[in-house]
């Protein structure tokens, strides 16, 4: 039996600035199941890493506001004390961050950080703890990992201290892990050699898997479930066969087209025309209306819900209303 570990309801995060109060993820339902990888996907600015802040405590309350519940194995997150959300982050839901200098601290080294982390979840000795960060630098294709751990994250490169980062997130051996764009920056073999420990965690530790990616190739390789988001709402979830093989949404149709395809030379790449909305500049109807080409009178003036065809897709689109597949028939 499927049972989730991570329950998001109604998720709403607002941030208040002179313009007055802006929904910048608006709504959301997902879940993400014991042991399973769900990709996120979507433009730069749809709310993806807003989404995964939200889950971690972590949108700043001087204007951010997180409404919702956030059910960790039946916990609400929402409602957790900062102390709670502290040891949350240190023991159950790891975040790898889109901004790898975010998440290290200038003035320790990375074997400091690393080993401090050991040392706190396993309760192990201090050389235990750092053979075992050692190995682990090892294992994100770090070069010099005796040294490494001496050095502080300035002396590194970006490359570097977002596979210090990965490592630190999979140390503990967390239950869920949000990984947010974790191999943008890196190169394709590095990419790989990350992808590959991500499901070796997955596999081993039984580790649940948010993986929020452009790269519609990641999603393919290591997702079973996605989550297609478009400013601030999901606007298709599926299996990822089935969304890759049978896309619903306009968006997802264009995102899908937007792939670079080896087998066809094409002078140029497909792109979705127009871009993403500023949050808060669309107040009525489907926000992707604009740049769609099929969208209708209808589109402009009112909100499509999410609609579900037998084999569980969903689709937030006034085509499929009733079952109905208008795009793909
Ligand atoms: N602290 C903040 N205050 C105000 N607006 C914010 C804040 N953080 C994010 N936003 C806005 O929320 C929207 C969504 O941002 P988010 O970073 O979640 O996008 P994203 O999907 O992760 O994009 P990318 O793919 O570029 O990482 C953006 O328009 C951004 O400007
Ligand atoms: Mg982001």
Redesign the pocket.
């Known amino acids: 039996m499927e049972s989730p570990i991570l329950e998001v309801k109604s998720l709403r995060t607002t941030?208040s600035?002179d313009n007055g109060t802006?929904p910048?993820?608006n709504e959301i339902d997902f879940h993400v199941n014991a042991q399973e990888v769900l990709g996120i996907v979507?433009?730069?600015?749809?709310?993806?890493?807003?989404?995964s802040?939200s889950i971690m405590g972590l949108?700043?309350t001087k204007?951010?506001k997180v409404e919702g519940e956030i059910l960790y194995n039946g916990e609400n997150l929402a409602l957790s004390s900062e102390k709670r959300m502290r040891k949350i982050r240190g023991n159950d839901i790891a975040m790898i961050f889109?901004e790898p200098m975010t998440s290290l601290n200038p003035v320790f080294t990375i074997g400091e950080q690393l080993i401090e982390a050991i040392h706190i979840h396993w309760k192990w000795p201090k050389k235990r703890a750092r053979e075992h960060a050692v190995q682990m630098l090892k294992k994100v294709g770090l070069p010099r990992a005796e040294q490494l751990i001496k050095e502080y994250p300035h002396q590194l490169s970006g490359g570097m201290r977002q596979r210090v980062m990965i490592a630190m997130a999979m140390i503990c051996e967390p239950k869920l892990l949000i990984a947010?764009?974790p191999t943008t920056a890196l190169d394709v073999t590095i990419q790989a050699q990350i992808l590959d420990l991500m499901k070796k965690l997955n596999h081993e530790t039984d580790t649940a898997i948010i993986m929020?990616t452009?790269d519609l190739g990641v999603v393919a390789e290591i997702c079973q479930r996605v989550i297609v988001?478009y400013s601030?709402k999901i606007v298709e979830e599926g299996d990822v066969r089935s969304i890759f093989k049978n896309p619903k949404h306009p968006y997802t149709i264009g995102l899908i087209q937007s792939v670079p395809d080896m087998r066809e030379k094409k002078d140029r790449l497909y792109s979705i025309p127009g871009n993403v909305p500023?949050?808060g500049s669309i107040e009525v109807g489907c926000h992707f209306a604009p740049r769609c080409p099929y969208a209708n009178e209808r589109c402009k003036y009112e909100t499509p819900p999410l609609f579900t065809f037998d084999n569980g897709q969903k689709v937030r689109c006034w085509l499929c209303e009733e079952g109905r597949d208008v795009v793909n028939d």
């Open positions: 941030f600035s802006i910048v993820v979507g433009e730069s600015g749809c709310g993806k890493s807003v989404t802040l949108i700043p204007n951010g889109q947010d764009e929020i452009h988001m601030g500023k949050p």
